[in-house]
T-cell receptor, first 111, second 111 residues
Framework: DAKTTQPNSMESNEEEPVHLPCNHS???????IHWYRQLPSQGPEYVIH?????VNNRMASLAIAEDRKSSTLILHRATLRDAAVYYC????????????WGAGTKLIIKP | DAMVIQNPRYQVTQFGKPVTLSCSQT?????MYWYQQKSSQAPKLLFH???????NEADTPDNFQSRRPNTSFCFLDIRSPGLGDAAMYLC??????????FGDGTRLSIL
């Protein structure tokens, strides 16, 4: 199956780091790994993406396994506003218009 | 702020009565997408426009059509809505298939 695999839900305490895993064992060499998140009653928003190397931006970090069969989205210090569904997505380089969405992980932040 | 705007946020229609959902963007992106999202599921791509070129997903029902009269606007037409078409409809844009920017969606209910 070309889709990614994620846990259905995860819980974390506020102000602690969160590691969201994703498996994509059938990923091809040209597929990017994207993460989007969807807050309640909103459309998805871009978080981060990468191909082979680990990536950092102001929102999060993306750690990609050396064999590229898995990756981890890292929120360094979760806040209540980070409670959302996080989608791990494959994006084919040769078909950049199509994102192959995982089922998403619902992240619950406990105060 | 540049953005993707979907109107209305909530739409109610009757079984079999045609309905049109609208999307506008101020980002001047050349690619526009329509997604369907059912409860607790990931968004599902229906079709996209690359400039004026229309690209339909293989499993998008014939009941769904789209129009893009200019760069800024895109419409989703559902010719004869059935109960199974009740969902959130998301519009997104991107520049050349890169990061997608989503609107907050239109929630469609069928009576």
């Amino acid at each position: 199956d070309a889709k990614t695999t994620q846990p259905n839900s995860m819980e974390s305490n506020e102000e602690e780091p969160v590691h969201l895993p994703c498996n994509h064992s059938t990923i091809s060499g040209t597929d990017y790994i994207h993460w989007y998140r969807q807050l309640p009653s909103q459309g998805p928003e871009y978080v981060i993406h990468g191909l082979t190397s680990n990536v950092n931006n102001r929102m999060a970090s993306l750690a990609i396994a050396e064999d590229r069969k898995s990756s981890t989205l890292i929120l360094h210090r979760a806040t209540l506003r980070d409670a959302a569904v996080y989608y791990c997505i494959r994006g084919a380089l040769d078909s950049n218009y199509q994102l192959i969405w995982g089922a998403g992980t619902k992240l619950i932040i406990k105060p | 702020d540049a953005m993707v705007i979907q109107n209305p946020r909530y739409q109610v229609t009757q079984f079999g009565k045609p309905v049109t959902l609208s999307c506008s963007q101020t980002l001047n992106h050349n690619v526009m997408y329509w997604y369907q999202q059912k409860s607790s599921q990931a968004p599902k791509l229906l079709f996209h426009y690359y400039d004026k070129d229309f690209n339909n997903e293989a499993d998008t029902p014939d009941n769904f059509q789209s129009r893009r009269p200019n760069t800024s606007f895109c419409f989703l037409d559902i010719r004869s809505p059935g109960l199974g078409d009740a969902a959130m409809y998301l519009c997104a844009t991107s520049r050349e298939g890169r990061t997608q920017h989503f609107g907050d969606g239109t929630r469609l209910s069928i009576l």
